[in-house]
Nanobody, 132 residues
Framework: QVQLVESGGGLVQPGGSLRLSCVVSGITLGDYAIGWFRQAPGKEREGVSCINTRDGDTYYEGSVKGRFTISGDTAKTTVYLQMNNLKPEETGVYYC?????????????????????????WGRGTQVTVST
């Protein structure tokens, strides 16, 4: 049974940083893609970043490039999302999800329009609030 558990969310001021973690179990991390998605109140879920854990390729939606970094630690079966210079509009629940190793193409092509259709297993999310 695949399980993904997110942690690391919290309240941060604009310009601040957070590191989210996604612990994955039930699958071999090196065989799958892990994506991060965000859902703000009253809005649809949108793609943020993705890593192909087989080859290490990473993908980002445009507005987070240069500020967010996704990485994977296969030994710890954990994927991280380092978020720097956070903005208030990035407030929301952040989810990680697992899909086949081709799933990152969805985020690469669609960016924030990605809804996670290529991802089959989801965590419960962690709340990120960017506010003064």
């Amino acid at each position: 049974q695949v399980q993904l558990v997110e942690s690391g969310g919290g309240l941060v001021q604009p310009g601040g940083s957070l590191r989210l973690s996604c612990v994955v179990s039930g699958i071999t991390l090196g065989d799958y893609a892990i994506g991060w998605f965000r859902q703000a109140p009253g809005k649809e879920r949108e793609g943020v970043s993705c890593i192909n854990t087989r080859d290490g390729d990473t993908y980002y939606e445009g507005s987070v490039k240069g500020r967010f970094t996704i990485s994977g630690d296969t030994a710890k079966t954990t994927v991280y999302l380092q978020m720097n210079n956070l903005k208030p509009e990035e407030t929301g629940v952040y989810y990680c999800a697992a899909g086949l190793d081709t799933a990152c193409v969805e985020i690469e092509v669609l960016g924030v329009l990605s809804r996670g259709e290529q991802f089959q297993a989801w965590g419960r999310g962690t709340q990120v609030t960017v506010s003064t």
